[in-house]
């Protein structure tokens, strides 16, 4: 194998990146930290002004976090996989 090969490879994204992502985009975007200047934990724990595809994804990323650790989704897979709907 070339060394090119090797160091060109794409590097390994860590688990429930993809919903992080998201969740961030879419509290960057929300009323409760545009409007009120609330940092991104606040609106989650306060919930006035974030939509509820917010809350949706921070639900889906608890889920994915906890497969993680989950020794039974070794076999089932993470739940990141399915949340690209």
């Known amino acids: 194998m070339p060394l090119s090969d090797y160091f060109s490879a794409e590097r390994k994204r860590p688990p429930c990146e993809n919903i992080r992502n998201k969740l961030k985009d879419c509290l960057y975007f929300s009323d409760c930290y545009t409007r009120d200047k ?25 889920l994915c976090k906890r497969s993680v650790f989950d020794p039974r989704f070794r076999i089932q897979g993470r739940k990141d996989e399915f949340t690209d709907k």
């Open 38 to 62: 609330k940092s991104m934990r606040e609106c989650l724990e306060g919930g006035e002004g974030v939509p509820d595809e917010c809350r949706h994804l921070a639900q889906q990323l608890y």
